[in-house]
């Protein structure tokens, strides 16, 4: 079983961020890395911008089949998800 590919984030997602973040993971989708794992350890928060980029980011790499999960996802962003009811909709690791 292989290791997911891992990209770290720190600080604040927003959409001054978001683009970076994109930036980050956008080239292990072209490649069709078979699992991306997205380690939010070190975010302290989340907004609709980045939300949205980790939807878009989840669905291309779910389009060719890949898996997509978020890891280490802290209280205050694991709100946000669970307001939008999108811990129901990501993989997430504990």
């Given amino acids: 079983m ?3 590919a891992v990209v770290a984030l720190t600080g604040e997602i927003d959409l001054h961020q978001s683009s970076q973040v994109l930036a980050r993971i956008d080239p292990l989708i072209k490649a069709r890395t078979p699992k991306i ?6 975010v302290s928060y989340m907004d609709s911008s980045g939300i949205a980029t980790m939807i878009d980011a989840m669905q291309r790499t779910q389009s060719y089949g890949g ?3 978020l890891a280490g996802i802290g209280p205050g962003v694991m709100k946000i998800f669970k ?3 999108l811990d129901q ?3 997430i690791e504990a």
């Fill in 2 to 4: 292989s290791e997911p």
């Fill in 37 to 42: 794992r997205i380690d939010l350890s070190g």
């Fill in 67 to 69: 898996q997509f999960t």
């Fill in 83 to 85: 307001i939008a009811r």
């Fill in 89 to 91: 909709f990501f993989e």
